[in-house]
């Protein structure tokens, strides 16, 4: 169901779920798209993460932008009808993780998970990000230098983040505060949530951030399989 458009933004959602009702609406950032024909199609993504909400809704960064050619408030104004009363929940990979974590400063969200999300991707800040600079060398003006500025002290964060190349370079930059849960996977650079799904783990990790399970730690390194350490 289509929302809201224009050259920058998109927004759609499922058709809203009849029956059950648990209060809440998942919000899946896109990020940049997958390849396919030698094109990057941008497709909505955890489809299947939320069967359990009210509904989900997908918002597509249409230019690459980072959010940075985005309003936010717009976002705001066009999904108020469906979230009505209910909790905000926020998901997304690789730029749409970033977008999610930004979104949180505009967007009274409960829980917020990011996998492998950019600390930043302005040039002044993390030179040696050379991935993706088809799309970032076209952001005219970074509203949005890096996440730090934007997490608050309300919204729970859940970030996983490879332990490889630039991914640990980003992971290491990232705020530690007593609502943020970050996550290392040293033997896998930045096909996390992949990775995580093809071990039939994602579903229940995700689930286990949404519900702010109690035995979950703080931080940790995992292997692709196991706890590395602590």
């Not at 949180?104 to 917020?112: K, L, R, S």
């Not at 983040?161 to 991914?167: A, E, F, Q, S, V």
């Amino acid at each position: 169901m289509s929302i809201f458009e224009d050259d920058f933004l998109k927004i759609t959602s499922r058709q809203p779920q009849s029956g059950h009702k648990c209060n809440s609406i998942l919000l899946s950032f896109t990020g940049i798209g997958h390849a396919m024909g030698g094109l990057n199609v941008q497709k909505p993504e955890f489809f299947g993460t939320g069967r359990s909400f009210d509904n989900i809704i997908f918002i597509t960064d249409k230019t690459r932008s980072w959010g940075n050619q985005l309003d936010f408030d717009t976002i705001k104004d066009a999904i108020e009808p469906l979230i009505e009363t209910r909790k905000i929940y926020s998901i997304g990979n690789s730029m749409g993780g970033f977008n999610a974590i930004i979104s949180t400063f505009y967007i009274e969200t409960d829980v917020c998970i990011a996998f492998v999300p950019q600390y930043s991707v302005n040039p002044s800040i993390v030179p040696w990000e050379k991935r993706w600079r088809e799309y970032t060398s076209n952001i005219e003006n970074f509203r949005f230098e890096s996440v730090r500025e934007f997490m608050n002290k309300t919204t729970n964060y859940f970030i996983f983040t490879g332990g490889k190349g630039p991914d640990q370079r980003h992971a290491k930059l990232f705020p530690v505060m007593d609502n943020i849960c970050h996550y290392s996977f040293p033997s896998i650079e930045h096909n996390v949530a992949q990775t995580l799904k093809e071990l039939g783990a994602l579903n229940v990790v995700v689930q286990s951030c949404f519900d702010r399970a109690n035995d979950l730690p703080r931080s940790l390194e995992y292997d692709t399989l196991s706890p590395k350490s602590t």
